[in-house]
C-alpha cells in the first residue's frame, strides 16, 4: 500500500515540514536544481526514501540503488566504472538505503568520487549517523533529521489510500467513527505502518453488499502494538532511557509512567530495573538514602513476578523517586575523587593509617599514631586521612535538602566549625 500511495512531489509528501515547508532547506534544494551530499536520519516510514527519489529525479542525473543490507564492493565498483561512459557524463546519484550497514572500506571506496563530484549520495539511516557513519563521509555531507509524522499529517494519507483502495476493491469502504483517527495515533509516526494497518483492515473487514465496514474493534486489534517504535540495540532504546532518567531526576511523575510505560510495552523489563536503581543514587542520594533500599525491594519484586505484574512495583518505585527530594551530590563527589585517581593525584596512604596488623609494623612507624575515633567525644577525633598532596582536597558538598544540611549542622557542631560555612 505505502509503495502505490508514494508521493511523486515534495508538497505530497505528509508531514517533515521543518525541511519540507515553504523556504525550507529542501525545498530550496530543489528549487535550485543542484543536489549536494546529504544524508537522511530518522525513524522508519517518515519518508526519508519517498523524499530521496524526489530529489534524484529532480537532479537529472543516472541514478542507482543500493541497500547497505547487500550492497557489496563490487557493487560500488560497477558505479565508478560507468563515471567514465556516456552514461555517467553528467555524473551519477547514488541513493544508498541504511548506509550504517556498510563497513568502513565500503564507505572509503566512495569518497574520492564523492571528493570530485562525480557521484552525489543521498544515504538514508535510522541508527544516529554520528554513530554509525565515518567521520570522512559525514564531513562531506549534510545530515538532515526527519521526525516522527504528526497524526494529522498520517489521516491526510490514509484518506488518500482510502480512495484508492476504494478504487482496487470496486466498492465504497465505510469506517466506524474514530478508526481513521485512531490508525494515525495507533502507528507512532510510521506512515508506511498505518497504510499498511489501513489495507489490512480493509482486507479483514466485514463485507455488507457494496460496502466494507471496518469497525473500531478491528481496529484496535490491527494497531495493538504498531506504537512501538523500540529497538533495544538502537537510538530509540537510549533515547527513551535517557528521557525515562530525566523525567524522574525532573519530579515528573506522569512523564516518568510514561516512559515506563513505553519500555514495558516492548517487553524490556531489564532496562527500567536497572535505570532505577541508578536514578535511587545518582539523583535522589542523601536527599532520601531510604530510596536505594526500597528500589532494590521494588526491582527485586518485578524481576520476580514477571510482566504483566511487574508494572506495579516499577510503578512504585519510579512515583517515589519522581516525588522523592533530589540530591546530585553522591555522583559529584565520586566522580571528583576518581578525577583525581585518573589524573595520579594518589600519593602515598599516611603511615598512621597503613596496616598495622603484623610483626614489625611498629618497627616501621605504622599505625602508631592512629587515633581510633570511639574513644572520643561524639566518636570523632581531628586526623588527616587523605594523602599529603591531595590533604585539603574536598570532593562531597553538602546539598541544600533537608536531610543533608541536617548532617552538616551536626558534623559543623561536633567539629567546631561554624554552622554557616
Not at 557521484?119 to 555531507?141: D, G, K, M, Q, V
Not at 612507624?365 to 570523632?380: Q, V
Request: glycine share 8%.
Amino acid at each position: 500500500m505505502a509503495d502505490r500511495v508514494r508521493p511523486s512531489k515534495l508538497e505530497e509528501v505528509v508531514g517533515q515540514k521543518h525541511i519540507l515547508g515553504e523556504g525550507k532547506l529542501l525545498s530550496k534544494v530543489v528549487a535550485s536544481g543542484s543536489i549536494p551530499n546529504l544524508i537522511f536520519y530518522g525513524p522508519s516510514g517518515v519518508g526519508k526514501t519517498t523524499v530521496a527519489r524526489i530529489l534524484a529525479e529532480s537532479a537529472h542525473k543516472r541514478l542507482h540503488k543500493l541497500n547497505g543490507t547487500n550492497a557489496s564492493i563490487s557493487d560500488i565498483k560497477d558505479i565508478v566504472k560507468e563515471l567514465d561512459t556516456m552514461l555517467g557524463y553528467n555524473g551519477v546519484l547514488l541513493y544508498l538505503d541504511e548506509i550504517q550497514y556498510l563497513n568502513k572500506k565500503q564507505q572509503q571506496s566512495l569518497l574520492e568520487y564523492i571528493e570530485n563530484g562525480q557521484i552525489t549520495l543521498i544515504a538514508s539511516t535510522t541508527e544516529n549517523p554520528y554513530f554509525y557513519i565515518y567521520n570522512a563521509i559525514l564531513s562531506r555531507c549534510t545530515v538532515i533529521e526527519f521526525k516522527p509524522v504528526e497524526p494529522a499529517e498520517v489521516e491526510k494519507a490514509l484518506y488518500r489510500a482510502t480512495g484508492i483502495l476504494e478504487q482496487e476493491y470496486g466498492c465504497k469502504i465505510q469506517m466506524a467513527d474514530g478508526v481513521m483517527e485512531h490508525i494515525a495515533r495507533g502507528c507512532g509516526g510510521d506512515v508506511r505502518k498505518s497504510l499498511n494497518t489501513l489495507e489490512l483492515c480493509c482486507l479483514s473487514a466485514e463485507v455488507s453488499g457494496d460496502s466494507r465496514l471496518i469497525s473500531m474493534e478491528l481496529a484496535r486489534q490491527l494497531t495493538q502494538k504498531s506504537a512501538m517504535k523500540y529497538d533495544r540495540d538502537g537510538d530509540e532504546h537510549y533515547d527513551i532511557i535517557s528521557a525515562f532518567q530525566k523525567s524522574i531526576r525532573g519530579s515528573d511523575p506522569d512523564a516518568g509512567l510514561h516512559y515506563l510505560a513505553r519500555l514495558l510495552e516492548a517487553g524490556d523489563l531489564i532496562s527500567p530495573c536497572r535505570r532505577l536503581l541508578v536514578i535511587a543514587s545518582e539523583d535522589i542520594g542523601l536527599a532520601y538514602p531510604q530510596a536505594a533500599a526500597i528500589v532494590k525491594a521494588c526491582v527485586d519484586s518485578a524481576m520476580q513476578l514477571g510482566l504483566p505484574e511487574a508494572r506495579l512495583p516499577l510503578a512504585e518505585a519510579v512515583l517515589l523517586l519522581a516525588t522523592a527530594p533530589k540530591s546530585n551530590t553522591v555522583i559529584e563527589s565520586i566522580d571528583a575523587a576518581l578525577a583525581d585517581i585518573r589524573s595520579g593525584n594518589a600519593g602515598d596512604i599516611p603511615v598512621h593509617l597503613k596496616d598495622s596488623h603484623y610483626g614489625g609494623a611498629a618497627k616501621m612507624g605504622r599505625g602508631t599514631d592512629y587515633k581510633y575515633a570511639h574513644l572520643f567525644p561524639n566518636n570523632y577525633v581531628q586526623q588527616q586521612y587523605l594523602p599529603d598532596n591531595i590533604k585539603d582536597h574536598v570532593y562531597y558538598h553538602y546539598g541544600s535538602n533537608k536531610n543533608e544540611q541536617a548532617a552538616k549542622k551536626y558534623w559543623d557542631a561536633v567539629k567546631g566549625k561554624n554552622s554557616s560555612e
